[in-house]
């Protein structure tokens, strides 16, 4: 039932950033090729999926939600297409396609982030959300969220060996839960509060959120290992606490963030769902 | 007169900077000294002072323009930042210090220009300026505008020797409207709109905003020559009409620019000193 709901919210969202986006053939072309040749790469729309359903459990409409959502996933794109830069993670292949630079190339791709964030603001802004959630996203994705967590992966890893476990522990988190974990939560958040949420539904979706990304990242981590992909000496949860340990932290994040829907009743069904999906999700 | 009013109004803009970026000492440390590094490397604020001018001619009060103007300040800074990379411009210096890549590395830089792109809009946000505003400057910087014409320059510099006269003039005359104009334009267009002026106000400062930026390029070009920076063949307004051909077009810009300064009578004598100066500076 999951799956279904899932797999039909992306193709609202995939039909929206479409509209979203510039068409490729408006000058010059080859940027507007790149935006879309990164947006329409096989990504899950998890995040804008999250927008949809947070604005939905507080009783927004969904046509009212749509363009925030998008303009989430144009960030979360903007942000690979930097990491993937040879000065950042190098990373040749993403979604078994070349990545931005690799297919267009480096300068193509510094700029086609820049435009899809600028984009994603633009959006915003089009559509008249409140001061207040274009405020909450972008700090989510700034220094003190998705690219000061970026920084920090940076710094850390250089002197990961000399840390003690504790000191680990701490960067690792700090990491996760500003890398990935600032857009996931501001997802939840911001769609609560285009649906003008009262604060206390705000906050547990925040929560939700929050536990669901660490969780989502852990699982990752995993998934990694068991792929070969990854390694245990690496800056990763399985590094520090085994692949029994991280399962048994992601199940204790997952039941907390279930938790935090209780104030919802049955309308959260979805998002208990999706809780327990990436818990237990296999790729 | 002029000149001890745009250090004076510089100095301002510097002081509102200081509060708008975080502090060096705020985790992640290396970003923010490279995001300050950046801004506080001796340019020359006309971006911003253009935002306060557009402003009191129309009767704003300044408190309430200062975060536009640095936004706007931050975004102009970010663009430097990202077209220094060795990918882009592969510059090494830039006001006579280490760009920014080079002074901490190539991941930093790509991170701090997007950091001072995200904490302009967050900025802008913060401070409850309206949607319209936003989206203009948002629009302003995409690739419909700033962005676009980074690219351009890109694409366009390739083929450009197989062009014709009148193709070069057209490919040039988009690169400086679209990668300088652009920003100078929305200077002008935000700091009216933030004052609340009537629609043909706002139309009378982008159209001085229009030809002051293009004007100020063809300058650039010429000092570039006069410096020995430039060649004749390069993508250059000197490089298709020579320097005197040049130095026509630029004065035309200027008096239409001037032109437009008449609705608002006394009140514009800045701008209007501004435009002569642009004209005729010699650096």
Redesign the interface.
């Given at each position: 039932m999951l799956k279904g709901y899932l797999s039909k919210k992306a193709k609202i969202i995939d039909k929206a950033l479409n509209k979203c986006l510039?068409l490729k053939s408006?000058?010059?072309k080859?940027?507007?090729e790149a935006?879309r040749y990164s947006v329409f790469s096989g990504g899950k729309r998890l995040r804008p999926i999250l927008v949809l359903m947070a604005n939905d459990v507080c009783g927004g409409e969904q046509k009212d939600v749509l363009p925030l959502a998008c303009s989430i996933e144009m960030i979360h794109n903007?942000s690979l297409i930097?990491d993937d830069?040879p000065?950042?993670d190098n990373d040749e292949y993403r979604r078994g396609k070349l990545t931005c630079?690799r297919r267009f190339?480096?300068?193509?791709?510094?700029?086609a982030?820049?435009?899809l964030?600028?984009?994603a603001?633009?959006i915003?802004?089009?559509y008249?959300?409140s001061?207040?959630i274009?405020?909450e996203v972008?700090?989510a994705?700034?220094?003190?969220g998705m690219?000061?967590g970026?920084?920090?992966e940076?710094?850390e890893q250089e002197s990961l060996h000399t840390k003690t476990d504790k000191k680990k522990e701490e960067a690792i988190n700090y990491v996760h839960l500003h890398k990935t974990g600032a857009l996931i939560k501001v997802c939840l958040k911001a769609g609560a509060m285009a649906a003008k949420a009262p604060k206390r539904k705000v906050k547990a979706l925040e929560n939700y959120g929050q536990n669901l990304g660490l969780a989502f990242q852990i699982t990752d981590d995993i998934l990694d290992i068991k792929q070969d992909k990854g390694v245990f000496g690496d800056f990763t949860y399985t590094g520090i606490y085994g692949i029994n340990g991280s399962r048994e932290i992601a199940f204790g994040l997952i039941e907390q963030a279930k938790e935090e829907l209780k104030v919802f009743g049955r309308k959260a069904k979805m998002l208990n769902q999706l809780a327990d999906f990436v818990a237990k999700r296999k790729k």
């Open positions: 510039p408006q000058y010059p080859v940027i507007h935006m903007y930097h830069l000065a950042m630079h190339n480096e300068a193509i791709a510094v700029l982030g820049d435009a964030l600028t984009r603001f633009e915003m802004a089009n008249g959300y001061s207040n274009i405020s972008a700090k994705i700034g220094t003190e690219v000061g970026q920084v920090a940076l710094v």
